[in-house]
């Protein structure tokens, strides 16, 4: 996971294994140093997607773990 904040540029966040809209609404540039300058090792976020199988539509929930740091 990353984050880029340019002047005069929208910040560019990225992160591995999450869905892109969780990135850009939920986590914020704060929610990245955050993580980094305490002793907090992961924080959760909760996604949702809908899928199919033979033609049954179906969604999946899942708790998505972010910012780890090793």
């Known amino acids: 996971?990353?984050?880029l904040r340019l002047d005069g540029k929208k910040d560019?966040?990225?992160a591995k294994g999450v869905k892109s809209n969780i990135v850009?609404?939920?986590i914020t540039f704060n929610d990245y140093?955050?993580?980094f300058n305490s002793d907090t090792t992961e924080m959760?976020?909760?996604?949702s997607c809908i899928r199919s199988k033979l033609h049954e539509v179906?969604?999946?929930s899942e708790n998505?773990?972010?910012f780890?740091?090793?």
């Open 1 to 3: 996971m990353y984050t």
């Open 58 to 60: 179906y969604i999946i």
């Open 44 to 47: 959760m976020r909760r996604q």
């Open 68 to 70: 780890v740091r090793r």
């Open 24 to 26: 850009a609404k939920s």
């Open 33 to 35: 140093t955050q993580c």
């Open 64 to 66: 998505c773990s972010e």
């Open 12 to 14: 560019t966040k990225k």
